[in-house]
């Protein structure tokens, strides 16, 4: 196997080997040794609403693509917003946190997400052009009743999604504003005036934005 993931597994693991994908699947806790590390598994906290992750259930099986083209399918894998990490479940209480160097991207839920800057993005649109999805967190403050200090409404911490705009290896930060989109389009910016108004788009329409963008990556 290549430089990607050095695996070393003891007897409780198993492994696939073919020319281009490796397959593991873990069927009990067991060491494993990797560009990476363990790390406990969160506990839930009852007082708290939300998480740090991206999804809310781990039972799921994803493709981890390396920059030199290998695909390792891997299950129960989430992303840690918080600390821009890939995890992957193992058992209840072990949880093996990838080291991102050495992958390009990860395909997870239907969805593929791209490493850019240290964090992975959720890919809307590639070619001259992308379009991504980034990921952060904020925390909304608990609500106490004034009177008896009773607690109406638990700490939570919300998911904030923002826009990414990639242009010649370039990322800059944006909404889904007309001006803000159009100002990566100026040499094709009346074809795409007449795109939009032709087929009624919207630029505040994320797939609008993702239509609008794929006929500006056509041209």
């Known amino acids: 196997m290549k430089k990607f993931f050095l695996l070393v597994f003891c007897i409780s693991f198993s ?16 060491d494993l040794l990797t560009s990476g590390f363990w790390i406990p598994a969160s506990s839930i906290n009852k007082n708290i609403k939300g998480s ?7 039972e799921n099986f994803a493709n981890i693509y390396s920059d030199n083209g290998n695909v390792f399918r891997i299950t129960n894998l989430n992303y840690n917003i918080k ?8 058992s209840n209480d072990s949880v093996f946190q990838f080291n991102t ?12 997400f791209k490493l850019i ?11 001259k052009v992308g379009l991504y999805i980034k990921y952060s967190l904020k925390t909304k403050d608990a609500v106490f009743n004034p009177l008896t200090h009773d607690e109406l409404t638990p700490e939570e911490i919300i998911k ?8 010649e290896g ?24 007449d795109f939009v108004k032709r087929n009624k788009l919207s630029f505040s329409n994320e797939k609008d934005v993702v239509k609008i963008l794929g006929y500006y990556n056509s041209l």
């Open 15 to 30: 492994v696939v080997f073919s020319q281009d994908t490796t397959n593991f699947r873990t069927q009990s806790t067991g």
């Open 52 to 58: 740090n992750y991206l999804f809310e259930k781990w």
């Open 83 to 90: 600390s821009k990490k890939l995890e992957a479940k193992i």
């Open 101 to 112: 160097e050495g992958i390009s991207k990860v395909r997870i839920m239907n969805s593929t």
């Open 117 to 127: 800057d240290s964090e992975f993005m959720k890919e809307l649109m590639t070619g």
């Open 160 to 167: 904030v999604e923002n826009y990414l705009i990639q242009v």
């Open 170 to 193: 370039k990322s800059f930060d944006i909404k889904l504003k007309k001006g803000d989109i159009l100002k990566f389009l100026k040499d094709k910016e009346k074809e795409v005036k």
